[in-house]
């Protein structure tokens, strides 16, 4: 299944106080896996970006006065994640400010069942303990090392391992087949029957057979392990005579 894990990075914390994206990073997985495909676009807010949130990010408002708007980068926005459901931790500040900006240019919203909030599945799984990006990364042992300032493209590929971890572990998104009816079980009545094979005929004579039965006796005697298999030797006294357990062995084995 495609879906796109997705971040941003903004001038602040809410967009009904004029705050704005000013970087979309989304990467592409298939079966949670990456694929390689990616969308990464700094974009120029229109307005200034505060202090506080260069800290965060390290975007400052001369240095994105020269990038696009988010209106001139919609297009392929839409177009890179398509109708694909996106993976996004903490989902409701990152839908907020993207919604916002759709709605600015008269486009639809997306909605929120299109989304899969990372950080209420981690509350789900590990309830009372930290889940922010970070204590993800070092609970799941995810190198987090490059993390020095907040990118919206690293955090996505970031994102995509601790997914990964919060749907089973690395091991359960080995899957690379996008066509899962090519799997499915062959019924009963088609199954091809086949006859099974005569016996195959033994490679011992019945004199063979009657001399391997004679060695036993005289070498390991009635104790023999070898005589359990053989149902004619189980109680050799209520057998007859010696030579009638040996035939009657002897025909047993041919």
Known sequence: ?????????????????????????????????????????????????????????????????EKPTFAEIVEEFLAFIGDAPLVIHNAEFDMAFVNEELERLGRQPIGAERVVDTLALARSKHPGLANNLDALCDRYRIDRTRRAKHGALLDAEILVEVYGELMGGRQGSLAFDDHPERYRPI?????????????????????????????????LGEGAVWLRFARAWAHPESQG???????EAAHELQ
């Open 187 to 219: 019924l009963a009545s088609k199954t091809i029957r086949v006859e099974p094979r005569p016996p195959r005929q033994r490679l011992i004579s019945p004199l063979e057979a009657t001399l391997h039965f004679d060695h036993v006796m005289s070498a």
């Open 241 to 247: 005579s010696r030579l009638e357990q040996r035939q």
């Open 1 to 65: 299944m495609r879906e796109i894990v997705l971040d941003t990075e903004t001038t602040g914390l809410s967009p009904t106080d004029g705050h704005r994206v000013v970087e979309i990073g989304a990467v592409e997985i298939v079966h949670q896996v990456a694929t390689g495909k990616v969308f990464h676009k700094l974009i120029n807010p229109e307005r200034d970006v505060p202090e506080e949130a260069q800290r965060v990010h390290g975007h400052t408002t001369e240095y994105l006065r």
